[in-house]
């Protein structure tokens, strides 16, 4: 496993090719204050995350590793982690950018840190936008006439997804694919862009041709742009009209 960023408006690669000491069993926990938050696991066959790597978003330099420390949450400039002992969770805050401590929690102050959490979650709320299984019959008439001439809606398999921004649907589909054999059927990922004030589609591509099973959640928007992956290893990103 490797890591890379680009600059989302322009798709200028910023850094690329990271590889950590553990190369498979690492994810990201959260993006703060410029810091991407990686995490490892406890053992390869557990979900239990265990271990804190930071990294400058701007860079890929890696600014600090913590291994006994667990991720919790983010609260303005320091990270809230924790420590499982055999009875008990010991918390602590530690620096964003440098890692360092700044000071070990109450064992008390769970309840504490529970509405903190919940008070830092909801304003660093994401801006990101993912689409939802859409119910046909649930959309405005005057939309869902549009739609249905648009949409292979008889074709479909697996669940219709959709995001609605603005004045325009993004959705994603699976069809039966020609790549199909006798007994064994494959799909093809269609996404497509519907104009809902005109009807019209505005953007049309397939992102994946062959698959085994109908996969959801193809794609995402932050800021007006469209980003999917086509062929599993293209990322590509598609401006909404203004």
């Known amino acids: 496993m490797s890591f890379f960023a680009l600059q989302g408006e322009s798709g200028k690669v910023l850094w690329q090719n990271l590889v950590l000491d553990e190369k498979w069993w690492t994810g990201i926990e959260e993006i703060s204050g410029g810091v991407i938050l990686l995490h490892g696991f406890s053992s390869p066959d557990l979900p239990g995350h265990q271990g804190i790597i930071a990294v400058d978003l701007m860079t890929g330099e890696r600014l600090w590793t913590s291994p006994d420390f667990t991720y919790w949450f983010v609260h303005e400039n320091s990270v809230i982690a924790h420590r499982s002992l055999f009875e008990k969770r010991l918390f602590y805050e530690l620096n964003l950018r440098s890692g360092a401590m700044v000071r070990e929690f109450d064992p008390d102050s769970e309840s504490m840190l529970l509405q903190l959490r919940g008070e830092s979650l909801l304003r660093n709320k994401s801006s990101l936008e993912f689409p939802e299984a859409v119910d046909i019959h649930s959309i405005d008439l005057r939309t869902a006439k549009g739609l249905k001439k648009q949409l292979p809606l008889s074709d479909i398999q697996g669940t219709l997804e959709g995001l609605l921004v603005g004045t325009y649907g993004i959705f994603d589909y699976h ?20 104009d809902l004030k005109t009807g019209t589609v505005i953007y049309f591509d397939v992102l994946s041709q062959g698959t085994k099973a109908p996969v959801p959640d193809s794609f995402f928007v932050k800021a007006n742009v469209v980003f999917y992956i086509k062929d599993r290893k293209t990322l590509t990103a598609v401006r909404l009209p203004a």
Not at 175 to 194: C, E, G, P, R, Y
């Open 175 to 194: 069809l039966h694919s020609a790549q199909s054999v006798t007994d064994t059927f494959m799909f093809d990922n269609h996404l497509k862009i519907i």
